[in-house]
T-cell receptor
Framework: AQSVSQHNHHVILSEAASLELGCNYS??????LFWYVQYPGQHLQLLLK??????LVKGIKGFEAEFIKSKFSFNLRKPSVQWSDTAEYFC???????????FGQGTTLQVKP | DVKVTQSSRYLVKRTGEKVFLECVQD?????MFWYRQDPGLGLRLIYF???????EKGDIPEGYSVSREKKERFSLILESASTNQTSMYLC??????????FGPGTRLTVT
């Protein structure tokens, strides 16, 4: 069965620290990859997505992610986090076969001012 | 901007009650989805619909049913609520571009 694994469940960083959240998926075919973010009390919203082309994808608010096909990974990065980045982050994979989005377990990021 | 609305932000129901969760989207999207969100489990797909009157089971359909009579509206039904259905329920809609737009969620407590 297809699955998505996020390695870090709870991350605590100080402002200006660099961030990398891991995401690995199990599906071997053509995939579309997403990172969603849920700020406290707000809707889940799209941070960035990868469909094809340049494996380094830039999203909103200074986030980027790199698709490494050989490692089945789509890690999220930000060079310098801010207190306002405190949120829950979800990696999601859509397989071309099923058309469904499979979400990871989520990573809670807490940024200390 | 895409807008997905859900009928209630918070809902408290008793075991055995029939529960209706309503979702409306205003972007004429063909696809609509119901998920539940639980700590440590992420989002799990309950049901989805690619068209009016069409529905497909997701990964955890047991204990749930859905209805889509109009393109903009997708309802989730708990025929007989149980305590293990206490959760956050998220509705989403999407077009052929595969991106999904989420509603604010309904936090359902079954006592």
């Amino acid at each position: 069965a297809q699955s998505v694994s996020q390695h870090n469940h709870h991350v605590i960083l100080s402002e200006a620290a660099s961030l990398e959240l891991g995401c690995n998926y199990s599906y071997g075919g053509t995939v579309n990859l997403f990172w969603y973010v849920q700020y406290p009390g707000q809707h889940l919203q799209l941070l960035l997505k990868y469909f094809s082309g340049d494996p380094l994808v830039k999203g909103i608010k200074g986030f980027e992610a790199e698709f490494i096909k050989s490692k089945f990974s789509f890690n999220l990065r930000k060079p310098s986090v801010q207190w306002s980045d405190t949120a829950e982050y979800f990696c999601a994979v859509r397989s071309s076969n099923t058309g469904k989005l499979i979400f990871g377990q989520g990573t809670t990021l807490q940024v200390k001012p | 901007d895409v807008k997905v609305t859900q009928s209630s932000r918070y809902l408290v129901k008793r075991t055995g009650e029939k529960v209706f969760l309503e979702c409306v989207q205003d972007m004429d999207h063909e696809n609509m989805f119901w998920y539940r969100q639980d700590p440590g489990l992420g989002l799990r797909l309950i049901y989805f619909s690619y068209d009016v009157k069409m529905k497909e089971k997701g990964d955890i359909p047991e204990g749930y049913s859905v209805s889509r009579e109009k393109k903009e509206r997708f309802s989730l039904i708990l025929e007989s609520a149980s305590t293990n259905q206490t959760s956050m329920y998220l509705c989403a809609s999407g077009d052929r571009g595969y991106e999904q737009y989420f509603g604010p969620g309904t936090r359902l407590t079954v006592t």
